[in-house]
């Protein structure tokens, strides 16, 4: 058993109850879909108890009549950032409506024959993790179709911590929609809570909204996920890893897209420290990764993931530093100056980097901000708080 898969039993086991997700307290929310046309926002985390969210309302005779697909889709077989196309369920026969394809919000039509919209889908707690956006968007055509929506509340494994540069871009982006640090410590549902009371949905129409929280979970709790969140995500190793590894997607550095540790190694071939050595192949979650068929050198860093990250209280800028330093050509270091910015939220990492600021330096920039957010993310919160 891997250490986090061990620490997070013995976490949820340490106050006699095991943490039950939304989705699992069907009493709760069953009597509001009682003579209701429902849509499912779902994807394969939306499970209770190995079940499908959705298998289970069919089985509990609850109308739905639609799906709609975010990244990745419904049954998780598209790749990250590939388009998901309008299909119907080859399992239950229901429509698949996409949301990530050719539009993001619902329309009026795929609205017109929906009483209550229910969102089920584990986010992993990063600004530029897409689902809050999509739920943003959900949220705001709900209310403008005067809809209701149901989110039933999971865990946030990187819910022990708020962290990280804010979000300052000119224009909204789908992997930075709010002002918000890049680690925000809300659970999904404290989320919409926020979204919605800080009128983020664009839109003056009021929302019915209803949040289904989890029970015997506070911020403390470590949460080890039963059902990979997405292609490269798949283990808790690289959940904990990936607010500080997401940065070098605009960056000439691989984080193991392509291999069978994405999100748990960092290199390329031009570095020359690191004793790990990988090479990228395509396939399933990574069609074209970055040096695909090129060996780099650099580092395995999951066991710091494990044993470090998972209890910290802060992301891990060393390893963007450290490549930064080794790349002999610092003008291709910042391969997509722009996307990179889009997910820091603005220039300002970008700069610190090249100016040569140490990590402390970098931090000292991102506090008072942060202790702002803090405020705001307190009146929101639907559990105790970390310590």
Not at 303 to 309: D, R, T, Y
Not at 328 to 333: E, I, L, R
Request: charged share 20%; aromatic share 10%.
């Amino acid at each position: 058993m891997k250490l986090t898969l061990l620490l997070g039993f013995l976490s949820l086991m340490a106050c006699g109850q095991m943490v039950q997700v939304g989705a699992e307290q069907v009493n709760r929310y069953l009597p509001l879909l009682y003579k209701q046309k429902v849509a499912v926002v779902a994807n394969p985390t939306s499970v209770i108890d190995g079940t499908h969210l959705v298998d289970s309302l069919l089985g509990m005779n609850v109308e739905v009549v639609k799906v709609f697909a975010l990244e990745h889709g419904f049954r998780g077989k598209a790749d990250a950032g590939e388009k998901v196309m309008d299909d119907r369920d080859e399992k239950t026969g229901l429509p698949i409506v996409s949301l990530y394809g050719s539009h993001r919000t619902p329309t009026a039509a795929d609205l017109s024959d929906v009483d209550i919209v229910l969102f089920d889908v584990q986010d992993v707690g990063a600004r530029f993790y897409t689902y809050i956006s999509s739920m943003t968007y959900i949220m705001g055509a709900c209310a403008e179709n005067d809809v209701a929506m149901i989110v039933l509340d999971r865990p946030n494994p990187n819910g022990h911590y708020f962290d990280g540069p804010m979000n300052h871009l000119d224009k909204p982006s789908f992997i930075g929609l709010h002002d918000i640090p890049v680690v925000h410590g809300l659970t999904i549902g404290e989320y919409a809570q926020m979204v919605k009371g800080e009128g983020w949905m664009n839109t003056n129409k009021d929302l019915d909204l209803t949040v289904v929280p989890c029970a015997n979970y506070d911020h403390n709790t470590r949460y080890t996920l039963p059902v990979d969140p997405s292609p490269n995500l798949r283990s808790m190793e690289a959940i904990y890893l990936y607010p500080s590894l997401c940065f070098f997607e605009g960056t000439n550095v691989s984080i193991g897209r392509g291999t069978d540790m994405p999100f748990e190694v960092v290199g390329a071939p031009w570095m020359t420290q690191g004793r790990t050595t990988f090479t990228p192949k395509s396939g399933f979650g990574a069609a074209s990764p970055r040096f695909q068929n090129i060996e780099c050198r650099g580092y395995n860093i999951a066991q710091f993931g494990a044993e470090f990250l998972g209890d910290r209280d802060e992301i891990n800028l060393f390893w963007l530093l450290d490549a930064y330093s080794q790349c002999p050509d610092k003008d291709s270091f910042f391969e997509r100056p722009d996307f990179f910015d889009t997910l820091a939220g603005g220039p300002q990492l970008r700069e610190q980097i090249m100016a040569g600021k140490s990590e402390e330096e970098i931090r000292r920039a991102w506090r008072p901000e942060l202790q702002a957010f803090g405020v705001l993310r307190a009146k929101y919160l639907l559990y105790p708080d970390f310590d």
